[in-house]
């Protein structure tokens, strides 16, 4: 983030409002990320804020599922089988997205980055976690039941999210709802295997990039940051509940019509690509 890109303490809660509530929500927070910015006249904050920014709501991941975290810890330590799969499941299905980020690590922070191509991901991404959620409606599977190579297909669906506008939780709910793995242990595993990859590309884009980021304010990521955790655990909480008892159709449905809006005001030329 170049240093003409400075931005107030205002912008900064915005957009870490922005992180916090589209982080976990199935429409993918990079796009709005670029999104919101533009409709309000501001310049793009870039693929390193977005990646710093995403420790906010990891943190608030780690805080929400700590007894989970702390018990896959205990088991992988007493060589307990079912936790001992479910870390191995999730370093193999960390791999493609750490792959795929540094093989198009320019694609994804410029030419993908612009609106046309995040309102079609938005929108073809949505359509097939719409297919996906039929499936979803008639699954039985619950997390104990997610094997390796469950965490390796879903895995490889979460690299789609390097796609700005695919979301991450949209397309690894998309991959488990496929493999038969009802809503609730989808979006739960969805959210433990992004750890790892989250964790590092943001810790990566903060060394990377801290002398731009310093640059232009570090008060102002600081706030970003803590606001994306606060609101992050939130939505999350929120998430789940909402889960247990319906589908991910409405944010579908939200996806396909930001997407027209978008393309409508691209079209008009009331926004540039």
Request: net charge positive; glycine share 12%; aromatic share 8%.
């Amino acid at each position: 983030m170049p240093p003409e890109t400075a931005m107030g303490y205002g912008e900064a809660v915005v957009l870490g409002g922005v992180q916090g509530v589209t982080e976990f929500l199935p429409i993918s927070s990079t796009a709005h990320l670029r999104i919101v910015p533009a409709l309000l006249g501001w310049s793009d904050p870039g693929a390193a804020f977005s990646a710093v920014i995403q420790l906010g709501t990891t943190l608030a991941l780690i805080v929400y599922f700590r007894a989970e975290i702390a018990r896959l810890a205990r088991g992988a330590a007493a060589r307990q089988p079912r936790e001992l799969r479910l870390l191995l499941g999730i370093a193999l299905g960390t791999l493609p997205i750490v792959v795929g980020g540094l093989l198009f690590k320019d694609a994804i922070a410029g030419e993908l980055r612009t609106l046309d191509k995040i309102a079609a991901a938005l929108a073809g991404f949505g359509m097939l976690l719409a297919v996906a959620d039929r499936f979803a409606a008639r699954a039985r599977r619950g997390q104990d039941a997610i094997g390796v190579r469950d965490a390796v297909l879903v895995g490889l669906a979460q690299a789609c999210a390097l796609i700005p506008g695919a979301s991450r939780s949209g397309t690894t709910m998309t991959g488990a709802f496929f493999l038969g793995i009802e809503r609730g242990a989808a979006a739960r595993f969805s959210f433990l295997l992004s750890l790892p990859a989250v964790s590092a590309a943001g810790f990566y884009e903060l060394w990377k990039e801290r002398a731009a980021l310093g640059a232009a304010g570090l008060g102002p990521l600081i706030v970003a940051t803590a606001v994306s955790g606060i609101v992050g655990y939130v939505c999350l909480d929120g998430l789940l509940r909402f889960l247990r008892t319906r589908s991910v159709l409405p944010f579908v449905v939200y996806r396909v019509a930001l997407a027209a809006v978008l393309a409508l005001l691209l079209a008009r030329g009331m926004l540039t690509r």
